[in-house]
Structure formats: structure tokens, C-alpha cells
């Protein structure tokens, strides 16, 4: 019984492919390499494709008797997506529809989907459960709803069961090596200053929260990766489909982590506050009653280790960072 692991090479995937076959199950990689990296994966076979060339992904889960599929590779830059987003469209969507038409001539009927908070948009509620009205606020949560009804109809009209993880604030890492190699969310981008010895910035901090400063649920990567294994083993014994949120159900405010930080490093991280970058929610805090009732899962990582995890992997790609 292998699984099919798509964006298995990236950051996440990379992490989910340690789970599963640290869980004893047999995958295979398809991953066009665009942001991800084949030493990752160590000698799990790989297939370097994108999902927008059917004949590989048909031959994929042929040649490979697939009896599932994780689906994670996607473009993630909410920036990238207001300004482009027929690409995001294009690689997202269209991608997902591609996999999953092959899923259908293949007959492969389990599906585990990379969903995100971003479906939600700005929710309103102090905790953030999966009812929730779905009201992204870029392209990117939109291919992410979409991702999310793509599944929903492909179990009404072929029986494939699926499991749709929303993922809140993924940080940290399980190795040195498997660290976020990308600049595009806070922990990084605070190393990245300071890194430079700049000041740290944080956007705003005239928020409705407690210090003023935007609150997330930040959950570690390894967390994350256990949920997916979760999700396979669910579906494997036939679970129902299920769409929840992964996260700690705790909040952090920027000035938290940016406290955390300032511990693990031992630098100071004195910031500079800078007006409010457009379209940031003020809280966004998952509840996960959902996951654990459901798989039993509960996140055994804090924001420490994933702090102190993604520094690790900060200062492998630059030694000179602690200096
Ligand atoms: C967190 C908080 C910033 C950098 C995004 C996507 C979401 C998901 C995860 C993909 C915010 C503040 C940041 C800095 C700061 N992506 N910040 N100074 O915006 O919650 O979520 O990444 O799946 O879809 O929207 O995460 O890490 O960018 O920001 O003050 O230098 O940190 O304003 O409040 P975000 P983030």
C-alpha cells in the first residue's frame, strides 16, 4: 500500500513524508522541485512532475498501485496571489482537478487535502471553529475553498472520502535540515532582520488585542505532519470525511514571539513598529475540539520549540546569524 505525497519535497510535505514512513507506510513523491528540494526525502522515490502533466501523474499512481493521495503542493504566497491570480488559478485549482481526475481513472478514492485558515478571511469569532463561514480574503484562500468543495463533490459523484486539514500558522522544524527554507512568514522574517542587524518590524500594534498586536495559532510542522498521518489511518479504515482545523487553539501576539525569540537567540529584538499591513485579521485562533475528538490528536509542540527548532534550521543555511 503506497501513498502518493504531492509537493512532498516542500517544507510541509517533507515532514508529512518523515510521518508516514516513520508510521511504517510506503510513499512516493511527485514534486516539480519549484520550491522544494530532493535531499529532503532522503531515498523515498520521487517523481520529478508538475500536477498539470497528467501523463506522469497517471503513470505515478499506476506504476505504484496508489491507494492514497496527500495532496500538498501548492503556491501560498497571499501577496503573489492578489497580484496574479489566474496563476494561482491555474497551479492551484487546476492542478487539484488535474490529480484528481487521475485520482478517478486510477480509482483511488482517498484524498488528504492542505487546506488553510485562510479560508476563513478575518473571522470575528474568539475561537474559530470549523462552522465558521468561509470568507477568504485573497486568491490563494479562495483555490483553498475551492481545493475544499472540489472534494466534497468528488465523494457525492465517485465515493472518494476525504480529509481537508486547515492548517493555521505552521512554524518550526523537525530537523535542521527540514527548516523553512522560504522568507515569507514572521519567525523567518524576524531572523532575516536580524540576521541583517535590523530591527525587527511588527505591523502595528494598535490592534483589538491584548498587547495591540495581531494574535495567530502558530503550530509546529511536526504537529502538522502527526495530523496527516492521522488523517491517512482514518481514512484507511474507511473514516467519513472531515474538515478540521489544525492548530494549538492557543494565540500568540506578534510581541510574544517576538519575546521568544529575543530568549532562544539571545539577540535583542527591540522592534520597529510600522503601520498595519492591509488585510491582516486581528485574531485568528483555532478551535480543534474537531481533530482531537475525532483522531486524537492534540499538538505536543509550544511555541518554544518551534522557535527554538526553526533557529536551528535558520543558522544551518546562515552560520553567521548568532555572531
Ligand atoms: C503573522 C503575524 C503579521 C512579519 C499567512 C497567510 C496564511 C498562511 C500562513 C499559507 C501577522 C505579523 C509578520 C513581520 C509582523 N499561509 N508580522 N512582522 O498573515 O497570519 O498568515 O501565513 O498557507 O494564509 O495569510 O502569517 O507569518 O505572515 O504573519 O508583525 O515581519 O505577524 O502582520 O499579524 P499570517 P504571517
Redesign the pocket.
Known sequence: MTWLVTGGAGYIGAHVVRSLRADGVDVVVLDDLSTGDASRIGDVPLVRASLLDRPAVDRTLAEHDVAGVVHIAAK???GESVADPYYYYRQNVLGQLELMEAMRAADVRRFVF?S???TYGAPETALVTEKTHLEPE?P??QT?VVGEWLAVDAEAAHGVRSVCLR?????GAATAELGDPEV????P??FE?LTARER?????DD?PTPDG????DYVHVSDIAEAHRAAVTHLMADGESLRPNVGRGEGAS?LE??AMVGEVTGLDVT?DV?P??P????R?VASVDAIRDRFGWTAQHDLHEMVQSAWAGWLVRHPHAAG
Not at 167 to 171: I, K
Request: charged share 20%.
Open positions: 501560498k504566497q497571499v492542505s488553510s485558515a485562510a485573497s490563494y484562500g483553498k492548517y493555521f500558522n505552521v512554524a515569507l512568514n514572521l519567525i522574517m524576524v532582520r525587527p518590524k511588527v505591523f502595528g490592534y498586536t495581531c494574535v495567530r506578534v514571539v517576538l522592534p510600522v498595519r499591513r488585510g491582516d485579521p486581528p485568528t
